[in-house]
């Protein structure tokens, strides 16, 4: 895969439900971020990946929100107790080795809508 | 606190004409600027990065300023095409954090009619 991609592209679910999205970046790159952007505005940091380790989790808004990356690869972003206020489009990023000057390459994003 | 600010919030050109966006910014200490471009439904995309010494970047059509000292940066489109319809979304990172902390705008809405 050439890209960072991520699954479902759109997820709908009921408030109060879980939910998982996943983010597989391009191969190689050790760094991963994960962001939450609403509509009309940037995105907003949520969790960064060095490896398999969480370097900096401090934009995660509460507990409901976690996030895993097992083999350094693959990383999901966890959803409990989903609320109205989560809607939002998920994007994920990936970047050679996290430095400040390196082009972060995006994925497509997650489309959430809580009902 | 760090902050970027990007005007307008939204325009409309017609095709083949020039546009410039604008990003003020208030983050220290500052380490970079990139411009991205985010089409309807899709992730952004790396257009420019500029450092502290670099004034200007181009990149096709597309041409970054960025004057350090007043904090201000800007983005030139030249000879408009339907394409460039997206969002463009300015970021600022600093030394003092990751790159994925880095600030970002709102982004500019433009919209190319034929």
């Known amino acids: 895969g050439a890209g960072v991609s991520q699954t479902p592209s759109n997820k709908v679910t009921e408030k109060g439900k879980y939910v998982e999205l996943r983010c597989d970046p391009i191969?190689?790159?050790?760094?991963l971020y994960w962001y939450r952007q609403s509509l009309g505005q940037g995105p907003e940091f949520l969790i960064y990946?060095?490896?398999?380790?969480?370097?900096?989790d401090s934009g995660l808004p509460n507990d409901r929100f976690f996030a895993v990356r097992p083999e350094g690869s693959v990383s999901t972003l966890k959803i409990q107790r989903t609320e109205r206020g989560d809607s939002a489009v998920y994007l994920c990023?990936?970047?050679?080795?996290?430095?400040?000057?390196?082009?972060?390459?995006f994925g497509p994003g997650t489309r959430l809508l809580v009902l | 606190k760090n902050q970027v600010e990007q005007s307008p919030q939204s325009l409309i050109i017609l095709e083949g004409k020039n546009c410039t966006l604008q990003?003020?910014?208030?983050?220290?200490?500052?380490?970079?600027l990139r411009w991205y471009k985010q089409d309807t439904g899709r992730g952004p995309v790396s257009l420019t990065i500029?450092?502290?010494?670099?004034n200007t970047k181009s990149n096709g059509r597309y041409t970054a300023t960025l004057d350090a000292d007043t904090k201000q940066s800007s983005l030139h489109i030249t000879a408009s095409q339907l394409s460039d319809s997206a969002s463009y979304i300015c970021?600022?990172?600093?030394?003092?954090?990751?790159?994925?902390?880095?600030?970002f705008g709102d982004g500019t809405t433009l919209t190319v009619k034929p």
């Open positions: 970021v600022v990172s600093s030394t003092n954090t990751n790159a994925g902390k880095s600030t």
């Open positions: 191969s190689g790159h050790t760094a």
């Open positions: 990023a990936s970047s050679l080795n996290g430095g400040l000057g390196e082009t972060q390459y």
């Open positions: 990003c003020n910014y208030t983050v220290s200490p500052f380490s970079n």
């Open positions: 990946f060095q490896g398999t380790g969480a370097a900096d």
């Open positions: 500029m450092t502290f010494s670099e």
